[in-house]
């Protein structure tokens, strides 16, 4: 007994030891995210409740609230992108997480000074978009840093994981916060997760090779650089095409999901949290099983068969009657979205880091937001007229629709089904390196 539970600890020591988990600086990131997951948990719901509950939003605000946090990477991605190649990518991490913290914080305060308006919120949101610009961008290429190409699936979903975590468990606290506290209030709990974060990643060790600038590099030359990477590319096109033709869409829910279900279902904040809850389970289950599905299946099909999920859900959504089980089925859909936008981000994110050179990181990252960004504000503007002026279950009902068309003709008419996993064509592509060097004359000649 005593040599069974000896082999036991030594196998999950030496797991623990293969696991990213295992290095500090990968361990320190990881963490980080997973506080300010969860704190994010609270302003995703606080905000736009804030909006719909003390300040009686209409859709069109909505719309416009949701618009405007999206506005920023249509106008400054690009040049992020170029920013983010030219210097280390801690620093912008650093000082994008304060600029957050302060912009949230503003909105306790007004509350308490009793100074709230949707214009805070407008430039709130704007501030929140543009700071998100730079973060998210930066983030990935340190993650690559960190992990290496040949670990982006496990990195990948191992943040998945955390944040999934953050989904089962956030959303009702948050919701419960919120009651309690009211909605404003609650936002300066994510405050806190921000400071969290700051601290955590200060005591990061890794040395960031400053990158080469070339002499009089023109910032056009490198955006335009950028832009024939990802339009050029066989992988990064399709990918961008998908991505774009959803996020679009995916604005539209994100504008009307706190209407729909405080005004249509008549959920309180922490039924509605709850219900959250349900979707942070798909997501964490989508995390465990994304690196199975994808040795199977390769990497491309489970970005489409996620996409579909979000329709299945939208589609869902718009035959959810309001009865004693609409909590239920809500929290239903929103596994099924979950589950299946997990799916989608795991493989898309490892894919288009997978193939993409080190010195281009930074402007593909910035340049496929930008594309995928760019047209969002319209589809949360479109959606928040067609709610007002069909509904908002028919509203869910025409993207579900237009969603499941477009996985249907990116299956048809693209590549993506047929690429293989990224861990397969990392190590394909080391083997090939290896031969080259084998083979290759000038080093043949050195003995």
Same mark, same amino acid.
């Given at each position: 007994?005593?040599?069974?539970?000896? !082999?036991?600890?030594?196998?999950?020591?030496?797991?623990?030891?293969?696991?990213?988990?295992?290095?500090?600086?990968?361990?320190?990131?990881?963490?980080?995210?997973?506080?300010?997951?969860?704190?994010?948990?609270?302003?995703?719901?606080?905000?736009?409740?804030?909006?719909?509950?003390?300040?009686?939003?209409?859709?069109? /605000?909505?719309?416009? &609230?949701?618009?405007?946090?999206?506005?920023?990477?249509?106008?400054?991605?690009?040049?992020?992108?170029?920013?983010?190649?030219?210097?280390?990518?801690?620093?912008?991490?650093?000082?994008?997480?304060?600029?957050?913290?302060?912009?949230?914080?503003?909105?306790?305060?007004?509350?308490?000074?009793?100074?709230?308006?949707?214009?805070?919120?407008?430039?709130?949101?704007?501030? =929140?978009?543009?700071?998100?610009?730079?973060?998210? $961008?930066?983030?990935?290429?340190?993650?690559?840093? &960190?992990?290496?190409?040949?670990?982006?699936?496990?990195?990948?979903?191992?943040?998945?994981?955390?944040?999934?975590?953050?989904?089962?468990?956030?959303?009702?606290?948050?919701?419960?916060?919120? /009651? @309690?506290?009211?909605?404003?209030?609650?936002?300066?709990?994510?405050?806190?997760?921000?400071?969290?974060?700051?601290? =955590?990643?200060?005591?990061?060790?890794?040395?960031?090779?400053?990158?080469?600038?070339?002499?009089?590099? *023109?910032?056009?030359?490198?955006?335009?650089?950028?832009?024939?990477?990802?339009?050029?590319?066989?992988? =990064?096109?399709?990918?961008? &095409?998908?991505?774009?033709? @959803?996020?679009?869409?995916?604005?539209? @829910?994100?504008?009307?999901?706190?209407?729909?279900?405080?005004?249509?279902?008549?959920?309180?904040? $922490?039924?509605?949290?709850?219900?959250?809850? +349900?979707?942070?389970?798909?997501?964490?289950? *989508?995390?465990? =099983?994304?690196?199975?599905?994808?040795?199977?299946?390769?990497?491309?099909?489970?970005?489409?068969?996620?996409?579909?999920?979000?329709?299945?859900? @939208?589609?869902?959504?718009?035959?959810?009657?309001?009865?004693?089980?609409?909590?239920?089925?809500?929290?239903?859909?929103? +596994?099924? +979205?979950?589950?299946?936008?997990?799916?989608?981000?795991? !493989?898309?994110?490892?894919?288009?880091?997978?193939?993409?050179?080190?010195?281009?990181?930074?402007?593909?990252?910035?340049?496929?937001?930008? +594309?995928?960004?760019?047209?969002?504000?319209?589809?949360?503007?479109?959606?928040?007229?067609?709610?007002?002026?069909?509904?908002?279950? /028919?509203?869910?009902?025409?993207?579900?629709?237009?969603?499941?068309?477009?996985?249907?003709?990116?299956?048809?008419?693209?590549?993506?089904? !047929?690429?293989?996993?990224?861990?397969?064509?990392?190590?394909?592509?080391?083997?090939?390196?290896? /031969?080259?060097?084998?083979?290759?004359?000038?080093?043949?000649?050195?003995?």
């Amino acid at each position: 007994m005593k040599t069974m539970l000896t !082999n036991r600890l030594h196998k999950l020591l030496a797991l623990w030891r293969a696991s990213l988990l295992a290095q500090r600086d990968f361990r320190l990131m990881w963490l980080s995210s997973t506080a300010t997951s969860f704190g994010g948990q609270i302003t995703m719901l606080a905000l736009p409740l804030t909006a719909v509950v003390l300040l009686d939003a209409t859709p069109r /605000q909505m719309g416009l &609230l949701v618009g405007l946090e999206a506005l920023p990477f249509s106008l400054f991605s690009l040049h992020a992108g170029v920013l983010i190649d030219r210097v280390r990518k801690l620093p912008i991490i650093l000082v994008c997480e304060v600029v957050i913290c302060v912009a949230l914080l503003t909105v306790p305060v007004a509350a308490l000074l009793d100074e709230l308006s949707m214009s805070l919120l407008y430039v709130v949101g704007f501030v =929140l978009g543009t700071v998100f610009v730079f973060v998210g $961008s930066a983030a990935q290429v340190y993650l690559t840093q &960190l992990a290496g190409r040949e670990r982006l699936i496990e990195a990948n979903s191992l943040f998945i994981g955390a944040e999934s975590t953050a989904r089962l468990t956030g959303p009702g606290l948050a919701g419960l916060l919120i /009651q @309690w506290l009211s909605a404003p209030l609650a936002i300066f709990f994510d405050c806190l997760t921000f400071v969290a974060s700051l601290l =955590l990643l200060t005591r990061t060790r890794h040395v960031e090779v400053r990158p080469v600038v070339k002499k009089n590099a *023109s910032i056009q030359r490198e955006i335009r650089e950028g832009l024939a990477l990802v339009l050029g590319h066989p992988i =990064l096109r399709p990918l961008t &095409l998908v991505s774009t033709s @959803w996020f679009i869409v995916f604005q539209g @829910w994100i504008a009307l999901q706190t209407l729909y279900a405080t005004r249509e279902l008549g959920l309180s904040p $922490s039924e509605l949290g709850a219900a959250h809850m +349900f979707g942070g389970a798909g997501a964490l289950l *989508s995390s465990f =099983l994304a690196s199975r599905v994808t040795r199977r299946l390769g990497t491309g099909v489970p970005i489409l068969i996620g996409v579909a999920c979000s329709a299945a859900a @939208w589609l869902l959504l718009a035959l959810l009657p309001r009865n004693g089980h609409s909590f239920a089925t809500l929290g239903a859909a929103m +596994f099924v +979205f979950d589950f299946g936008i997990m799916l989608y981000w795991i !493989n898309y994110a490892s894919l288009r880091q997978a193939v993409t050179p080190d010195h281009l990181l930074g402007r593909m990252t910035a340049t496929m937001r930008f +594309f995928t960004v760019a047209a969002a504000p319209l589809g949360a503007l479109a959606a928040g007229h067609a709610a007002e002026a069909f509904g908002l279950r /028919q509203t869910f009902a025409g993207m579900g629709v237009i969603v499941m068309g477009m996985v249907a003709l990116l299956y048809l008419r693209t590549d993506l089904r !047929n690429v293989p996993d990224v861990s397969r064509m990392e190590a394909e592509r080391a083997v090939h390196h290896d /031969q080259t060097i084998e083979t290759s004359p000038r080093l043949a000649n050195v003995n």
